[in-house]
């Protein structure tokens, strides 16, 4: 027995697996010990078991029809790094996705690849999982179904990585997590690489050859870096002479190196991060700079100079020339603007080039971590990006605008109460229909941790007309998506999930508008929960009829489309008015959480 560089032990001779296929999953189930090595002996058709290749590498074997079991398949060229996973648990029913199962114990061996290109070939049927072992590789970590239904984690047959939310880990050369792409590697013509290489043909990787300015590796072949979890260059970079030009800088700008945001290139990360972390080790250590790229405008750079290892970055600190600081100074510099963030599709680390030769040894790039910042300023790694939490009236995480409350003409708030001088809130005036707090004041919220309303909604009379639903539709709270107002949230997500707490906690309804809607169209959800998750494509603008537009109860009725999800500029609550007088007392919504 040998331990694997997975930590799995790898059995030359005799193991205990076997595999129960059901339907287009497989699942483990009780074994026997079995001899095996040459291929003979009595076995249960289907079931299979690792074998020792005589090249000591581990292959599988499949017990054929006829109770024996067939000869051992074995991966003559790739190293495997265990006992391959069996096939492994398609994420979805797409080619592409990478899918498999984490196994309980992240040190052990765990199942292949799903469907596309990671645990073994793709199989002919595009839904099922991949075969035992095979060209793919019998080894390492199949990728894990992510929690949120997207397959983020890679099992590529040789290692696997699993990222932490909004981070990036890397997996043989590619990125696993908010960037799936390829690694990439840039120098100019003066400076040369001797780490990573480039196989011109990705079939055969014994054949290949340095990596130049002048000739980088072709987008047919592979670059071959030294290690599987990060991405690692070796190399030198000659001194500039001491009064360059710009020549110099242009035929030695020193080495560039990073991962692409996604797989083909082309699609950017599209979330609103404030902070960016890269971590990394290696010669130097010092005199780094970060890099990022949008994918609207591929040659422009945009850098950071003087990074720390996992040292958090504002990414509206990057600038285009950023060797004269976080700021732009001149008139021909770029600044990175927040709105830009989601359209980041490269990101890395400059080696620039000194008055001094440079030796890069093994300068590895092993994780990137995105965040946002606090109300404070501080970068907070634990915040998700996905979710809003509220800080003294503000949003912040994937909305960023101020709180706010509306109210029909006879409904009536205790609480906020408007400060008509945003610099002296200890005089206050209550917030009515006809009064709202105007834009020289600030709105006084009761707490600093959530949007908080009290006050009350008068009973409808018994047959209520349109004039009565005007003057006394009840209470709404919320907060707008951008400050100044007027963006979308920026990104397509599926579910939305609204906390709140206080009275009433029934007989809510979640409000949604659109920023190129007019003021009054709204989308609603009615009776909901806190804490529960809504199909935002259930939303509609009569949802007292239910989640569907009917057509027969409102022809104008208007269904939210995935496509106009990014266009979200406000959420909140209505406490709507009924036949019966309502008191709200602290109703506050904490926190909504988008999926």
């Given amino acids: 027995m040998q ?65 024996t079991f067939a000869e051992c398949v074995c991966s003559a060229a ?78 590529d047959g040789a290692t696997a990585c699993y990222p932490s939310a909004d981070s990036v880990c890397f997996a043989s050369g590619k990125a696993v997590g908010v960037l799936s792409g390829k690694g990439w590697i840039e120098m100019g013509s003066l400076d040369s690489a001797t780490s990573p290489l480039c196989a011109e043909n990705p079939a055969d990787t014994t054949w290949t050859r340095p990596i130049s300015g002048p000739s980088p590796c072709p ?108 700021s732009c100074t001149t008139t021909t510099c770029k600044q990175l603007t927040a709105d830009n963030v989601k359209n980041i599709d490269k990101v890395g680390i400059w080696v620039s080039s000194t008055a001094s030769t440079i030796t890069v040894s093994n300068l590895c790039l092993t994780d990137i971590a995105f965040g946002i910042l606090q109300d404070s300023g501080t970068p907070d790694a634990a915040l998700d990006p996905n979710t809003v939490t509220f800080s003294n009236g503000k949003a912040q995480g994937a909305m960023t605008g101020p709180g706010w409350v509306a109210l029909g003409r006879n409904d009536s708030l205790s609480s906020p109460v408007c400060a008509p001088d945003a610099t002296d809130t200890t005089k206050t005036q209550p917030i009515t229909n006809a009064n709202a707090c105007p834009g020289s004041g600030t709105t006084v919220w009761s707490k600093t941790d959530g949007l908080c309303i009290s006050g009350s909604i008068p009973a409808l009379p018994a047959s209520p007309v349109q004039s ?17 107002v007027g963006k979308g949230i920026g990104y397509s997500y599926s579910t939305i999930a609204l906390t709140f707490s206080g009275t009433p906690s029934t007989g809510l309804r979640a409000e949604i508008h659109l920023k190129d809607d007019p003021t009054g169209t709204t989308y609603c959800y009615d009776g909901i929960s806190s804490g529960k998750a809504l199909k935002l494509t259930d939303f509609n603008t009569t949802c007292w009829d239910g989640i569907t537009c009917n057509p027969t109860m409102d022809p104008t009725c208007k269904q939210l489309t995935a496509d106009n999800v990014k266009n979200i500029d406000r959420v909140g609550i209505q406490v709507t008015a009924t036949a019966s007088a309502i008191t709200v007392s602290t109703l506050c919504v904490a926190g909504i959480k988008f999926q």
Wanted: hydrophobic fraction near 30%; charge should be negative.
């Fill in 3 to 67: 331990e694997n560089r997975n930590g799995a032990t790898i059995v030359h001779m005799v193991a205990r697996l076997c595999v129960v296929f059901s339907g287009l999953s497989l699942v483990a189930s009780g074994c026997t010990t079995v001899n095996q090595g040459d291929g003979g002996g009595t076995c249960v058709p289907g079931n299979a078991v690792a074998c020792a290749c005589p090249s000591g590498r581990p292959g599988a074997q499949t017990c054929t029809p006829a109770g």
């Fill in 78 to 155: 790739l190293d495997a790094g265990g006992i391959g996973g069996a096939g492994g648990i398609g994420a979805s029913s797409s080619p592409s996705a990478t899918g498999g199962q984490t196994p309980s114990d992240a040190s052990a061996v765990g199942t292949g690849g799903g469907n596309g290109d990671s645990g073994g070939p793709v199989p002919v049927d595009a839904s099922a999982g991949g075969s035992i072992g095979g060209n793919g590789g019998a080894g390492g970590n199949g990728g894990a179904v992510a929690t949120d239904g997207r397959a983020t984690e890679s099992g």
């Fill in 219 to 326: 987008s047919s072949g592979a670059t071959l870096w030294s290690k599987t979890d990060s991405l690692c260059i070796s190399g030198n970079i000659p001194a500039l002479p001491a009064s360059p030009v710009q020549a110099d800088y242009d035929n030695n700008p020193g080495f560039r190196f990073g991962a692409n945001s996604s797989e083909p290139e082309g699609t950017a990360i599209g979330k609103v991060y404030s902070t960016i972390a890269l971590t990394f080790s290696g010669t130097p250590s010092t005199g780094l700079r970060a890099e990022i790229r949008l994918k609207a405008d591929p040659g422009t750079k945009y850098c950071y100079d003087g990074i720390s290892s996992g040292k958090a970055l504002k990414l509206t600190d990057f600038n285009t020339e950023c060797w004269s600081g976080t």
């Fill in 468 to 484: 009565d639903l005007d003057n006394n539709w009840g209470l709404q709270l919320g907060v707008n998506s951008s400050d100044p």
